[in-house]
């Protein structure tokens, strides 16, 4: 690889984790390439993506990033998971995997600044999606205002009750 190929490649890892919500560190030491390619396609599925470079590369990349902690982590054969959109799609995918496929390690990650150990990375995985967390969010929300109708109807209602009840003791 030239220097021109290396430039551009470090350049491209700068962009992709400038746009990126989460990055996962994992050694892939071991794993077959249909594996790695299997892994590959399920977490394109979540708009996040895999990939290998040279650490020397990587930590060039991740300077002046907000990803900057990962960069003691780029030891041995790595690869790099970032996401765009939901950074615990990829932390799910990246622990189930790991779990069918032992070869493949979680090392370290960084969402939002903060660094993340392999364990917080799995309990990361354990969380619901966004799109359920959204859906909770809104049923919650609907909850308040049905609620408070309920509560405003209950009062007339119950003077109804009583009215009604005061006529049957009329009429008897």
């Known amino acids: 690889m030239n220097r021109e190929e290396k430039t551009s490649l470090v350049s491209g890892l700068s962009d992709k984790l400038s746009k990126a919500k989460i990055a996962i560190v994992t050694d892939y030491r071991g794993l077959t390439v249909t594996s790695f390619e299997e892994l590959r396609s399920e977490l394109k599925k979540s708009n996040a993506e895999i990939q290998v470079a ?4 990587l930590r060039l990349a991740v300077q002046d990033t907000s990803f900057e902690l990962i960069q003691d982590s780029l030891k041995g054969t790595t690869a790099l998971t970032v996401s765009y959109d939901d ?3 990829p932390a799910k995918i990246l622990t189930k995997f790991a779990k069918d496929h032992p070869e493949l390690a979680v090392k370290i990650g960084c969402l939002d600044g903060k660094g993340l150990d392999a ?3 799995e309990a990361l995985s354990k969380l619901p999606s966004k799109d359920i967390l959204l859906g909770q969010l809104a049923s919650v929300l609907n909850a308040v205002p049905t609620n ?3 509560v405003l109807n209950a009062v007339p209602q119950k003077l109804l009750y009583a009215l009604q009840a005061v006529k049957d003791q009329k009429e008897q």
């Open 119 to 121: 364990a917080e990375i």
């Open 54 to 57: 040279k650490n020397t590369l």
């Open 148 to 150: 408070f109708v309920r």
């Open 87 to 89: 950074p615990v799609a």
